[in-house]
Nanobody, 123 residues
Framework: VQLQASGGGLVQAGGSLRLSCEAS????????MGWFRQAPGKEREFVAA????????YYSDSVMGRFTFSRDNAKDTVYLQMNSLKPQDTAVYYC?????????????????WGQGTQVTVSS
C-alpha cells in the first residue's frame, strides 16, 4: 500500500484544516487506518484511528472533540478534519495503514506509512 498525505499548512489558533490520505496498491477497504504526529524534539504520537468500515473510531485525549476521522472507501481516501486548532497541534502528521477490520492505536501495529504533511498552528 502506498499512502499520500496532503492538506497540511499554516493556520492561526482556533482555525481548521482537513488532512487527506490517499491509498493505492491494495484493496483499501480491507485496511484499518491511523493518524500519528511528531512535533519537533518529541516522539511520534497517536492521534486517531479508524476501522476498515469507518464504523469505529478512536482518538487521543488531546484531540478528542476537536478532530474527526472519516474515510471514503470508494475514493481510497481517509480524512482528518481538525477544528479548534491549538499551537500544540503543530507537528508533522503521518497516515498509516494495516490490514485488519478493527482500529489500532500503537504505531508498531501499522505496516505502511505516508510521507507526512506539516501542520503549523500560530498563536
Amino acid at each position: 500500500v502506498q499512502l499520500q498525505a496532503s492538506g497540511g499548512g499554516l493556520v492561526q489558533a482556533g482555525g481548521s484544516l482537513r488532512l487527506s490520505c490517499e491509498a493505492s496498491g491494495r484493496t483499501f477497504s480491507m485496511y484499518a487506518m491511523g493518524w500519528f504526529r511528531q512535533a519537533p524534539g518529541k516522539e511520534r504520537e497517536f492521534v486517531a484511528a479508524i476501522s476498515w468500515s469507518g464504523g469505529n473510531t478512536y482518538y487521543s485525549d488531546s484531540v478528542m472533540g476537536r478532530f474527526t476521522f472519516s474515510r471514503d472507501n470508494a475514493k481510497d481516501t481517509v480524512y482528518l478534519q481538525m477544528n479548534s486548532l491549538k499551537p500544540q497541534d503543530t507537528a508533522v502528521y503521518y497516515c498509516a495503514a494495516r490490514a485488519g477490520t478493527y482500529y489500532y492505536t500503537d504505531e508498531d501495529e501499522y505496516d505502511y506509512w505516508g510521507q507526512g504533511t506539516q501542520v503549523t498552528v500560530s498563536s
